[in-house]
């Protein structure tokens, strides 16, 4: 079984895998992060979205080892310490989320959404969130979220 | 009103472990010696099982046990049941009730039907030994179509002649064929409800554990009921005695209805960890979720309406085949029935209705109750017909409606279809509506539409559904196997905080926010010192769990029961502290007060009082602690109308929602910005129902929308913004005046929006999903 080594939220890890190990269960079961989740089988709902060296992935479609000496942040990462990032505080006070699966991987794909583009709209919100999927919110508050959220982080 | 108590949009509570990625999933859980589990699914939809050889698999890596359904029965692991019986016409008391295995015995009945369990020490393995089960299958012509299994050359099961599960019906079927014989015009109408996968974004899931020193069962699962699965595992399974079987559903990430059931999954598991000395965890992957957790819906309609010259409606005739799939599942029978055709009077006065519903038996996954269960398809089908009628005859969509509404000084008011409404006030819904959906400017935005090429259409809905199940009595005489009360406990701790316990669940509807706001509101403790505790069988006491919209109606009620007595007793250890009679002592949020004085108890010193008894009233217990259970009067009954404002392009077909408004009455709101996201949820799940989704097997049985690649679930891009309103007439039934918001959003929103698109399209009827191909259709005929 291949050594996987690779930064997690700012700490070194490492894990003895087998080589078809999922990222996503690289961080589930070796790292113990359970906060990335895995919501279905086809790479469509984006519940297991993570950064991999600044950029968001679906964790459940790239192999542990492709991310071999790479830097990854989950969503346990985001926040400092108990402050919320601007983007998680968004969520909150907007109610962008219900049973919580999916808020994971959607404040994931926000933080790199409102990082790569500014001035977003609620079209553009719309058309960029087409990776993830939410079953609670009919994603009314998930986009109003995301607005505040990147307006929070300066964008 | 208080900042933090009824009425106030608090932020919840629970937000900051799942924001934070400290979310705890049953999949989240790990325990020592955990071993995985993996099913043996029938990739057949209807076959007989000649043998079934488990010495490959059994030799396989890692592979610790290959178990099937011999070993099940053999431990005499009972079947699974449905809770709720259904008598027939012509004086049948009992549907018919085929034996449901956990684990298949010698037949199989649908594509992905449980047929064998793997254990083994790693998710690969189990996986990679499942596939070596070899199964011999024989196998057998399959029955799929809801409106053509009676009959079929087929039988499914011996204990359903024809496929037949019932044949039931309400009403009275003379005085309305009385009134279509005097009836000036009739509008008739066939509909399909189309079949739906509910598609929680939390896989289901378990984690069965075993510990042989003491002989307790310790199962996570996925749970809406955490003390229903306790209660149908012990009593009817059979697997673990309802005392040593702990059932902790901790976080779930959504359930919609479909984790209300009881499923082999857990049970097998719950089962077989014992039997392997091992815990075992079980989690579906999404394609096992989509051929296994029971569907909704799925009805074949026909829907006939007597109207009188000024459109008013005379009587009502319908018949529905329902499919139940390939077993029934919980509480599937009642669906289709009591859950059903009881809300076919709508908003309206008809006098007289009459239907009577075929359930019938398919090679299909079992359906059971999905977010409305029963009422959105009673619902789509009265309000397709009434919008069928007044294009018909020539009147206002909206006008009809006002003509036909039951008018807010008859309430109570007796339906024809058992039930009594409390209260409602329909009109005011509808003109709040019209005016926030600028029903007075469409003329000239349909102008402008066709100005563009385009086509414009306005659709309503006007709805009421039946939230919060019971009373228990009345739904035992209906066949109901359980009763539907609520429990509550309300723990003081001494130095004045408070934990809450209720036997419903929260899976997304923010009850951790909005019972403390109950609480806090009642006994006048900061919201901060209140916590609530839902989940778990040795925490709380026994409660029936979340669905039909219950939990603040039900558990609500059972809270504030409990509260009540918390006042009643602080008010004795108050009088005597402060010197006073009992009949002084006056409460107001949390100040126990001598009338007509200064002096006063916080309820944080009647607290620590209680637990610190030297001054003291004698005859008193000490302690603050007490609990409630609550049996409703009635069920509520949460109405509105909702308008949905399309525009097509009738040369792709192409339809886009421009406006959609909601105006509901959920009488008392404890907080807004939460129901407010019940109901955009709700929405979003009905608009893909009418436009996006759609379980659909082929001729063989297999299931073609298997994946997130088939089956269009709602996308941002999907949905437009929600313009949500309210009304209000208080329930006089519960002392929170509440009525439950769960299921309003998926109950009005499909009629309203395939009445829009219809309207667009030039009336002709459009099933659902009214997709961009059908759509075009449409527009092309029309024109």
């Keep these: 079984m291949p050594t996987v080594s690779m930064t997690v939220n700012g700490k070194a890890v490492s894990a003895d895998v087998e080589a078809r190990t999922l ?31 600044g950029k968001s992935v679906k964790s459940c479609s790239t192999l542990a080892v492709q991310a071999e000496g790479a830097d990854v942040a989950t969503i346990e990462g985001l926040a400092n310490g108990e402050e919320l990032h601007p983007m998680q505080a968004a969520f909150k006070e907007n109610h962008g989320l219900q049973c919580g699966f999916c808020t994971p991987g959607m404040v994931m794909s926000a933080v790199d959404l409102a990082n790569n583009m500014k001035n977003l709209d609620e079209a553009t919100i719309r058309e960029q969130l087409d990776g993830n999927i939410c079953r609670c919110t009919g994603y009314h508050n998930i986009v109003k979220s995301i607005k505040d959220g990147a307006e929070r982080m300066g964008g | 009103m208080s900042e933090t108590g009824i009425g106030a949009a608090v932020r919840r509570k629970e937000d900051q472990r799942f924001l934070t990625g400290n979310g705890n999933y049953t999949d989240d859980i790990n325990v020592f010696g955990q071993t995985y589990a993996a099913f043996v699914r029938s990739p057949h939809a209807h076959a007989k099982i000649n043998g079934i050889n488990t010495s490959a698999a059994a030799a396989a890596d890692g592979v610790v046990a290959v178990l099937t359904g011999e070993e099940l029965a053999a431990d005499g692991v009972g079947p699974l049941i449905c809770g709720w019986n259904i008598a027939g016409k012509n004086g049948v008391e009992a549907h018919n009730s085929p034996v449901h295995h956990a684990l298949a015995m010698g037949k199989v009945n649908y594509v992905g039907d449980h047929v064998a369990l793997v254990v083994a020490e790693t998710q690969g393995q189990a996986d990679s030994a499942a596939e070596m089960v070899e199964v011999d299958y024989e196998e057998l012509p399959a029955v799929v179509g809801t409106g053509s299994a009676l009959n079929h050359t087929t039988t499914i099961h011996e204990e359903a002649p024809a496929n037949m599960c019932y044949d039931w019906e309400i009403g009275d079927s003379a005085a309305t064929d009385a009134a279509f014989a005097s009836a000036a015009h009739v509008t008739t109408v066939e509909v399909v409800n189309n079949r739906l996968i509910p598609n929680a974004m939390e896989p289901r899931a378990c984690l069965a554990q075993y510990n042989q020193g003491t002989g307790d069962w310790t199962l996570h699962v996925t749970s809406q009921n955490p003390h229903v699965h306790r209660l149908v595992m012990s009593a009817f399974n059979g697997v673990a005695p309802e005392h040593k079987l702990r059932v902790i559903a901790p976080d779930v990430g959504g359930g919609f209805g479909s984790k209300i059931f009881i499923y082999a999954e857990e049970v097998v598991c719950t089962w077989a960890t014992r039997k392997v000395g091992r815990p075992i965890k079980w989690t579906a992957k999404r394609s096992e979720s989509f051929l296994s957790d029971a569907h909704g819906r799925d009805h074949v309609s026909k829907a006939e309406l007597a109207l009188d010259a000024d459109g008013k409606f005379l009587a009502l005739r319908v018949n529905t085949k329902a499919n139940l799939g390939a077993y029934l599942s919980t509480f599937a029978s009642a669906v289709p029935t009591y859950m059903y055709a009881t809300l076919l009077a709508g908003t309206y006065t008809t006098p007289a209705i009459y239907c009577d519903v075929q359930g019938v038996f398919t090679n299909t996954a079992p359906v059971d109750a999905y977010r409305g269960a029963g009422r959105p398809e009673a619902t789509y089908l009265l309000e397709r017909t009434v919008e069928t009628a007044a294009r018909e005859m020539n009147i206002d969509p909206a006008e009809i409606r006002r003509r036909n509404f039951i008018q807010p000084d008859a309430f109570p008011y007796q339906t024809p279809v058992v039930h009594q409404y409390d209260i409602g006030d329909y009109g005011a819904s509808l003109e709040k509506a019209c005016e926030m959906a600028d029903v007075g400017g469409f003329a000239a935005r349909r102008s402008d539409s066709e100005s563009r090429g385009k086509r414009r259409g306005l659709g309503y809905s006007s709805y009421i559904e039946a939230c919060g199940i019971a009373p228990s009595a009345a739904v035992g005489a209906l066949g109901g196997g359980v009763g539907l009360w609520e429990s509550a406990d309300i723990r003081f701790n001494a ?101 007509g004085t200064d002096k006063v108890m916080n309820i944080a010193e009647i607290a620590f009082t209680a637990y610190v008894p030297h001054n003291y009233p004698e005859g008193v217990e000490p302690g603050l602690h007490e609990q409630a259970f609550y049996d409703p009067l009635n069920f509520s009954f949460p109405a509105g109308v909702h308008i949905c404002e399309v525009e097509v392009d009738p040369t792709t077909g192409e339809t886009e929602i421009v406006n959609y408004t909601a105006v509901d009455d959920f009488g008392t709101i404890i907080n807004p910005m939460i129901v407010e996201g019940q109901v955009h949820g709700g929405i979003g799940q009905g608009v893909g129902q009418a436009m996006l989704e759609g379980a659909n097997y082929d001729d063989n049985g297999q299931l073609v929308t298997g994946s997130y690649m088939d089956y269009t679930m709602p996308r941002a891009d999907n949905l437009p913004n929600f313009n949500v309103g309210t009304t209000s007439t208080p329930s006089p039934l519960n002392p929170l005046g509440v009525k439950g918001a769960g299921e309003a959003g998926a109950i009005a929103s499909p009629p309203a929006v395939i009445n829009a698109i219809t309207d667009a399209c030039g009336g002709a009827m459009i099933d659902m999903p009214a997709t961009q191909e059908k759509v075009w259709l449409a527009c092309q005929a029309a024109e």
């Design chain 2, 495 to 595: 130095t004045g905080s408070v934990t809450v316990m209720t036997g419903t669940h929260n899976h997304g509807q923010g009850h951790e926010t909005a019972f403390a706001q109950v609480v806090s509101d009642k006994l006048g403790v900061p919201i901060e010192n209140i916590e609530v505790v839902e989940g778990d069988t040795d925490k709380g006491p026994f409660g029936m769990g979340t669905y039909g919209s219950r939990s603040i109606a039900v558990g609500g009620s059972a809270i504030v029961k409990a509260a009540d007595k918390i006042i009643e007793k602080g008010k004795k250890i108050a009088a005597h502290c402060l010197e006073a009679a009992e009949d002084d002592i006056e409460y107001d949020g949390g100040n126990f007060t001598v009338a």
């Design chain 1, 23 to 53: 990222l996503v269960h690289y961080i589930r079961d070796h790292i113990g992060l359970t906060g990335t989740h895995v919501g279905c089988d086809t790479s469509q709902c984006g519940a297991c979205v993570v950064h991999v060296n």
